[in-house]
Every structure is written in structure tokens, then in C-alpha cells.
């Protein structure tokens, strides 16, 4: 029976000959992005502008001066927040914001943050201080503060500094990769 399969087959290939063709192009699925894909990858790239009249002035919840300030965005690491919340990063960067206007600190807040993520610094420390005697509301600098870095895009995450970095009177705030970051990040990790 083996036989009558190769003369079938020998039958069947009869007047067939070989393609001549010296260069091979391998498909890999990937053809080069359209001009529409890379004015969107462009778009998506470019860092954001930050100008501190984004920041609210308006009505702000008042923390307590010894209150902990605690937030995380979702897709943060556990393990990651927790390394923040206990201080174990290293601090590249710091903000005094004592004695300072609220004007004045939200501009200072507003500028410092977008030169760090500019600079791909992503641990700050940010002094806003406790404010038991301030008025007319008690620790409306540490309110604002957190307010507004709530509504900063780059804000992964922040948490009340611990003792030795100023405690209640001090946030560590961790930063987004900016988009150099992010390309670098892309390049080491692709599927090759």
C-alpha cells in the first residue's frame, strides 16, 4: 500500500517545478504604523502641561492635623504601597510648604511636581506641615495639600510620612513613569 500512495502522489506532482526566487520574506505580523497610529502614539507620548489653576480652590474636607492621609490608585502593588507607606524608598526629592500662602503653596505644589515627573524623579517628600494653630480651620495647608494632589495625574500614590521624616507634618507621594521612562521600560521588556 505504500507504494500505490508514492505513485499516486509521483502521478499528481507530474510537470511540477521549482519556483525560482533567492530572497524570502518572513511575515511577522507586524507591518509599520500608519500615520494616524503614530500622530495618536505622538499624542498619547507628550507629557501634560501642569498649570496650577487646574488645582482647586474651592471647598476642600478638612483633615484633622494628626489625621494619616492615605491614598493608592488602582494597578499599584501591595507590596509597592506598603515600601511607600513605611518610608523604605529613597526620597529624591523634597517640597517645604511652610509658611507659605495657599496661592503660594498650590503654585510651589503645582511646578515641583510636574519638574519631577519631567525629571523621572518618582519619590517626594512634601512638608505641608500639621497646622494645629492655623486659621481659620486647623491644618487647612495638610487639606489642600492632599486635595490637590489628589487631582495631579502623575499621583500614584501617598501616605503620611513616618516620624523620622516628619510624620503628620509630611507626605510621600510617588510618581508615574514619565514617558521616557515608560519607552525604556517598554524596550527592556518586549517579546523578542
Known sequence: MHNDDLDIFMREMAGVRKLEQDVLMAENGESAPSLAQLARR?????????????LSMEYVDLVKPDEVLAYKKDGVQDGVYKNLRLGHYQIDATLMLLGKTLVEARSSLAHFVEDCHNRGIRTLLIHHGMGRDSKPHPAILKSYTFKWLLQMPPIL???????????????YVLLSKNAEQKRVNREIHQKR
Open 157 to 171: 500614590a501617598l501616605h503620611t510620612a513616618q516620624k523620622h521624616h516628619g510624620g503628620y507634618a509630611a507626605t
Open 42 to 54: 505622538k499624542a498619547a507620548e507628550q507629557e501634560p502641561e501642569y498649570d496650577a489653576d487646574y
